[in-house]
């Protein structure tokens, strides 16, 4: 597919071409499409977020249909999320050997939540199209905390729709580029659940780490939020150990603040726990009133060991009740293997990997980009770990997602009017709120696409790998 030349005419002439990128640049930077420089951090420093130039083609039946799937994925979620037989049943094994997910799973287990306790998550959904299925969309993984960038990648269609509008294809913009409204949906979301918790004086919290590269992202967060004037305030778990009390009915205050919502931005990697006092701060949040986003339940819920789970039949028949349901979830599920020496069928998934590693991912039970292996480094990887060591990994068939052609723009970089071969993966956001027994809120809200060079393994926009993009919708 030549891109440029079926659905977007880019200039000719170089000079033009560069003054387009410069516009772009100044664009995103002036509405907020920011981020601090992970290199050199300076707090008062801000450069804008690396992005493609052009919106990137994308089929639309597959969107819309994961768009219409969501719902059904936060029911199930909510549904996992809440078993406590089935969690501790998946987790037995992983958690004798992955140090991190053992804490998550001991601190969940030292809380007896109560049956009519609410939660909230955002949830967020991430797909790729697999070229050897007719480019239908596959779950590459779902995340149940800290899904990120929500905020930007509304920026962001933004700064599509004014760089249509330089090249004079405003014919475009509502015909390829979907509305999205990921900010908002976030943002109702919390605010619907500090509704519910129904004390008008009380704050949402943001669990954030030491240093924040991914600043605008959570202050337009916020920034919505105080709108409604509803305050927020942001402490690290660190903090938290120190600052953050539970009275005599279990409600969290912060420095006098009583919290009705504790949002996690941080908390979801081993890194952001140096300390027992940030678990000591973690757990305390839990045992509370306050509604969590997630709860740990919820975060465990989002472990790659659950997902390859969910991918066997019998147990996706667990939390779905509705035939429809199920069929279109075991449809944007890939091949997931279990690496458990419990498992009968282990041994074969280990002799698959050594003998075809490039059709592969190993996974660990981690989020935020840059810990899955790939290909040629699979094979050392398993021969390094014991049987018992396998557990804390799943096996993934490696979805091949088609290339398009686009430029991708970073600070610093020099212009270049050569393109890039690309990937974009697509995140659908949703939101749930509910107690153990009855969802009360369930909504599908709004995308991100992340896109990447093609040779590159990772999409993590925060890990300096992929960057944000904008879907252009084609039939």
């Not at 049956?115 to 596959?138: C, M, Q, V, W």
């Not at 500090?194 to 924040?212: C, H, P, Q, R, S």
């Not at 094979?379 to 997602?401: F, G, H, N, Q, V």
């Amino acid at each position: 597919m030549d891109y440029f030349k079926q659905f977007i005419t880019l200039p000719k002439d170089e000079e033009q071409f560069a003054e387009l990128i410069t516009k772009a640049k100044d664009y995103a930077l002036m509405h907020g499409a920011g981020i601090r420089p992970s290199n050199n951090f300076n707090p008062d420093a801000l450069q804008f977020v690396p992005f493609v130039l052009t919106p990137s083609p994308f089929p639309r039946a597959e969107f819309e249909k994961v768009v219409a799937l969501q719902t059904t994925l936060n029911e199930l979620m909510h549904a996992v999320a809440h078993d406590d037989e089935f969690l501790s049943s998946v987790l037995a094994s992983t958690i004798k050997v992955d140090d991190f997910t053992a804490k998550l799973f001991h601190c969940y287990k030292s809380i007896k939540p109560k049956k009519d306790a609410l939660s909230l998550t955002l949830i967020r959904s991430d797909y790729l199209p697999h070229k050897f299925e007719g480019n239908s969309l596959k779950q590459v993984e779902i995340n149940t905390i800290a899904s990120s960038f929500g905020a930007l990648a509304t920026i962001l269609r933004d700064v599509h729709c004014y760089v249509l509008g330089e090249l004079d294809e405003y014919e475009k913009i509502g015909k390829n580029l979907p509305q999205n409204d990921a900010l908002h949906g976030l943002c109702d979301g919390m605010l619907r659940a500090w509704e519910m918790y129904g004390a008008k004086n009380a704050v949402i919290l943001f669990v954030v780490e030491d240093v924040t590269n991914n600043i605008c992202d959570q202050r337009f967060i916020e920034y919505e939020i105080r709108k409604a004037g509803v305050k927020v305030i942001r402490k690290t778990l660190s903090e938290l150990n120190i600052e953050a009390e539970l009275n005599k009915n279990d409600e969290l205050v912060v420095e006098g603040d009583l919290v009705s919502v504790v949002y996690f931005r941080a908390g979801y990697d081993g890194a952001h726990y140096p300390s027992e006092r940030e678990w000591n701060a973690r757990c305390k949040i839990e045992k509370s009133s306050a509604i969590k986003c997630p709860t740990i339940n919820y975060h465990l819920s989002g472990t790659k060991k659950v997902q390859q789970e969910l991918a066997k039949e019998e147990n996706l028949r667990r939390f779905l009740k509705d035939e429809a349901k199920i069929q279109a979830v075991k449809a944007v599920f890939t091949g997931l293997y279990s690496l458990d020496k419990n498992d009968a069928d282990s041994e074969n998934a280990v002799k698959m990997a050594l003998a075809e590693p490039e059709r592969f991912v190993l996974k660990p039970q981690r989020e935020g980009g840059g810990h899955n292996i790939y290909g040629a480094d699979i094979p050392s990887t398993l021969k390094k770990l014991t049987e018992e060591e396998r557990s804390a990994y799943i096996l993934m068939d490696r979805i091949l997602p088609p290339m398009s052609k686009g430029f991708i723009i970073r600070p610093g970089q020099k212009f270049s009017s050569t393109p890039s071969d690309l990937v974009s993966e697509l995140g659908i956001f949703g939101i749930i709120i509910g107690t153990k027994d009855k969802i009360l809120y369930n909504k599908q809200g709004g995308h991100i696409l992340r896109t990447k060079l093609a040779e590159s393994n990772e999409t993590g926009v925060n890990a300096g790998l992929g960057v944000l993009d904008t879907p252009f919708l084609f039939d």
